[in-house]
């Protein structure tokens, strides 16, 4: 009983590192912009999918998700630059349209380059399973969890530390004083929109040997993550983080214990009950206090 815990706990840990990672991405754009961006899990795509047929054509992996995180780097500037920018007085409504509407044409070009078919990626360090008290893990899950703990500090310590972080939380607590001391915000956004496709596309390349990497992969990837962000707290990067991982949790367990034909159901139970009971999730203040 204990092992089977154990072994639902590990595999919602593994795939709630991505959610929390989708999720912070979430956040980072809306503090910067206040736009909520669906085309989040299209970046999570393009990173799997470059990393993929990257290394099939015998790019070596680091250089293959570089290459892939640079591309989803700069998608997201372009859909910054002409999707949302020029829609920057637009109501919420018309933005969450306009940004749908980036992840269908995205999700559209990816189908012209790829195809349809699964990519494989082949595990970082070989499959052979880790015994951990009755349970069993795949060494590309503690890649996984792993590398989703080294982006989260990074990207507390670019916020903390570098005067580019300093002014994107600047620019999330109040976009006018932000301007009248000099921040450009413009830039702000376009630099949060690469930071989270970057965080989004090293998110893909390390869950393409576990989930395989397809074109629509993005499509749940990116709900899911909104549901981290939205159970966290819209806008509370921790609180993202936090919340990919409960939903993570949740939904292993759910399919364990239920049925996995719930298991998608799990996250859109979830973010109706953050909305009707808790709108300003597990750690969003009143009015969602950004940080």
Known sequence: MFAELLQYMLSGLTIGAIYALAGLGFSIIYNASHVINFAQGEFIMIGGMASATLTASGVPLPLAIMIGCGGAMLVGVLVAKFAVERARNASTVTLIIITIGASIFLRGIAELIWGKD???????SGETPIQILGASMQPQSLWVVGTAAVLIVAIGLFFARTLTGKAMLATSHNRLAAQLVGIDVKRVVLASFALSAA????GGAVVAP????????????GLKGFTAAVLGGLGHG???VAGGLIVGVAEALGAGYISSAYKDAIAFVIILAVLLFMPNGLFGKRGTERV
């Open 118 to 124: 699964f990519k494989r990626l082949d595990a970082f």
């Open 210 to 221: 576990i989930t395989f990497s397809y074109t629509e992969m993005g499509i749940m990837l």
């Open 238 to 240: 921790p609180g993202a």
């Open 199 to 202: 965080l989004g596309a090293v």
